[in-house]
Each structure stands twice: as C-alpha cells, then as structure tokens.
C-alpha cells in the first residue's frame, strides 16, 4: 500500500510564524502535490513537484514557497503565516515516469493548520 | 463554465437505495477520470479510476460519457458506511499533468 506522511495532524502557529509542512511518500513517486481544502472551495492546488528540485506553481501559490531535496520529501513553507491560511493542508502522490502520469494521487492524512 | 461540476446535494437516501451522481467536465480533450471518497474531516480516498466502456466494483458502478462530458457514479444497496463526499477528478490531455477536481456531492445514507 501507497503510504504518504505528513508530519503532523494539528498544528497551531501565530501570525508571522515561518511554518513548515513535511510530506513523505514511501513509493518513490515522481509527482508530488499540495493542496488546501477549504469549506465550498474545494481543493486547491498551491504547488507541485514532478521531480526533485523541480517545482511548478499551482492555483494559489501566494504565501506558499515549496521544497523537494528528496524524492520522497515535499516540504510546504508558509513565509509569514497569516490568519487567512488557517485550513487544512492535503499532500499527495502519484507514480508515474515524469509529467504525463495517468495514475490516481494517493493523499496523506491531512494537517489542520490554524493560524492564531 | 466551471472545468468540472459536481452537483453538491446532500443526496439523502435510505439503507438499501441506489443512488447515482454525475459530474459534468468542460474540456473534451480530458484524458482520465476518478471518484474518490471523502469522509468527514479525513483525506481523499481513491474509490475507483472510470474507464471508457465503464467499470464495477462490487456495488458501484462507474460510467463515461465522452459524448456528454460526463462520468457517472452509482451505488446500488446503499449502506449506512457509504455516507461521504464524493469527489470527482478529471485530468485533460495534451501536457498537463495537474487533476482537476470537483468540489463533491454529499451523501447521507440514513437508517
């Protein structure tokens, strides 16, 4: 089974914080994602990578910066985290050879991140 | 028009119902499509990839129609346990890689 970590389930932070989201996938996927869900948003895409160190901004990049050292590491930063990105953060995975992967994402447990 | 629609409902149904939800895409030239589940507060879980000539597993069913820009999701003998979000996902051809999901239809399976 497809096994995608986040580090943490509940986080709480203050505004201005530097906060950082860790994701860890154990299937040597290429493609990694996150996104934010919000209540009648949706999912939303903030960033993606399709390899390591490569990153492509996704819907709603702003406040966002990504980090992918490692194949199977996909870090999101918040600059100065700020009330308006209180909500929960969805990592994904996808196998595949580069871009043009057909297969589903498998999706880590989610972090509910409130900024105070 | 938005890429993909999803009817939100709740969709309210008793145990034993079947029930079936579409969801509209606006890019014709989409290359593959998915339903996930969605419960309370939990991640996105992969139910099953929709192929062209329509697949089953177990009590659900799923449908394509490139015609109409549509998939399909049905679920026969509803049970208390299938009360989620359903989400859609459609991925367009030609380069992108990037899915693109529906916002989801509420279901309520009710005693």
């Known amino acids: 089974d497809v096994k995608v970590t986040q580090s943490s389930r509940y986080l709480v932070k203050r505004t201005g914080e530097k906060v950082f989201l860790e994701c860890v996938q154990d299937?040597?996927?290429?493609?990694m994602f996150w996104y934010r869900q919000d209540p009648g948003l949706g999912l939303r895409l903030i960033y993606f990578s399709y390899d390591v160190k490569m990153k492509e901004k996704g819907d709603i990049p702003e406040g966002y910066s990504v980090s992918r050292e490692k194949k199977e590491r996909f870090s999101l930063i918040l600059e100065s985290a700020s009330t308006n990105q209180t909500s929960m953060y969805l990592c994904?995975?996808?196998?595949?050879?580069?871009?043009?992967?057909?297969?589903?994402?498998?999706f880590g447990d989610g972090t509910r991140l409130s900024i105070l | 028009r938005k890429e993909v629609e999803q009817d939100p409902g709740p969709f309210n149904v008793p145990e034993g119902a079947t029930v079936a939800f579409n969801c509209t895409y606006s890019?014709?030239?989409?290359?593959?499509f998915f339903w996930y589940r969605q419960d309370c507060r939990k991640e996105p879980k992969l139910l099953m990839s929709v192929y062209s000539s329509g697949n089953e597993d177990g009590r659900f069913t799923a449908q394509l129609n490139r015609a109409s820009q549509y998939i399909s999701l049905l679920i026969r003998d509803s049970k208390l346990s299938d009360s989620a979000t359903y989400l859609c996902?459609?991925?367009?051809?030609?380069?992108?890689?990037?899915?693109?999901f529906g916002r989801g239809t509420s279901l309520i399976v009710h005693p």
């Open positions: 890019n014709s030239a989409s290359q593959s």
């Open positions: 996902v459609v991925r367009k051809s030609g380069g992108s890689y990037i899915p693109t």
């Open positions: 299937m040597d996927h290429e493609n």
């Open positions: 994904a995975s996808r196998p595949g050879t580069g871009a043009f992967s057909n297969q589903p994402q498998h």
